[in-house]
């Protein structure tokens, strides 16, 4: 079935550093949407990305599909503590998503 | 607000006892999954109905059965939870056919096994 891979599992920023995270598949896909989870919460649907190369921009966060639409970005430009929380890439397998493992961000004030 | 309900939110059960979680949406969506997520780990999906049609993923434990009366509401029955079910489960909505299958999440319940 459809995988994905996404890393890196953890990441410990200063507040007002740069995050990324990555998410690889080894086949073509259609789409990849992104999802957030604060702690404690539940996943909240963040974008879709559709196009190959297609780049969209939501205030500090940027999401990258890339041209060969097997991998997909999304960066954080100069974190805020409300940025917390873990990041989840997902594809569409047969009517139902495929999660990557997440990124838990977690941020010093 | 059209919105993924969930209740209730934390739910206590025993070793063994049966527990019924319920989810109802307000968006009129033709899917409802059921997810499994337990610390530090992503949603692991149960099931999903397309509308009347029961999906269950192959590694789905039996003990796990879901029901789905009408378009609004879908159950999760755990006949007869171990400590190892002990995690928030998730239910989510979505609108297949569309060409954007976003899900929508309920608040979770966090199920707790004595």
């Known amino acids: 079935g459809q995988q994905v891979m996404q890393i890196p599992q953890y990441q410990h920023v200063q507040e007002g550093e740069d995050f990324t995270t990555y998410c690889n598949s080894s086949t073509t896909l259609s789409n990849i949407q992104w999802y957030k989870q604060r702690p404690g919460g539940h996943p909240v649907f963040l974008i879709q990305?559709?196009?190959?190369?297609e780049v969209k921009k939501q205030k500090r966060l940027t999401f990258q599909f890339g041209e060969a639409k097997k991998n997909s970005s999304l960066h954080i430009t100069a974190t805020q503590t409300t940025d917390v929380g873990t990041y989840f890439c997902a594809v569409e397998g047969a009517q139902k998503l495929v999660f990557g493992q997440g990124t838990r961000l977690t941020i010093n004030p | 607000d059209a919105m993924v309900i969930q209740n209730p939110r934390y739910q206590v059960t025993q070793f063994g006892k049966p527990v019924t979680l319920s989810c109802s949406q307000t968006?009129?969506?033709?899917?409802m999954y059921w997810y499994q997520q337990k610390s530090s780990q992503a949603p692991k999906l149960l099931f999903h109905?397309?509308?009347?049609?029961?999906?269950n993923e192959a590694d789905t434990p039996d003990n796990f059965q879901s029901r789905r009366p009408n378009t609004s509401f879908c159950f999760l029955d755990i006949r007869s939870p171990g400590l190892g079910d002990a995690a928030m489960y998730l239910c989510?909505?979505?609108?297949?056919?569309?060409?954007?299958?976003?899900?929508?999440f309920g608040p979770g319940t966090r199920l707790l096994v004595l």
């Open positions: 989510a909505t979505s609108r297949a056919g569309t060409g954007e299958e976003t899900q929508y």
């Open positions: 990305l559709v196009k190959s190369g």
């Open positions: 968006l009129n969506h033709n899917v």
């Open positions: 109905y397309y509308d009347k049609d029961f999906n």
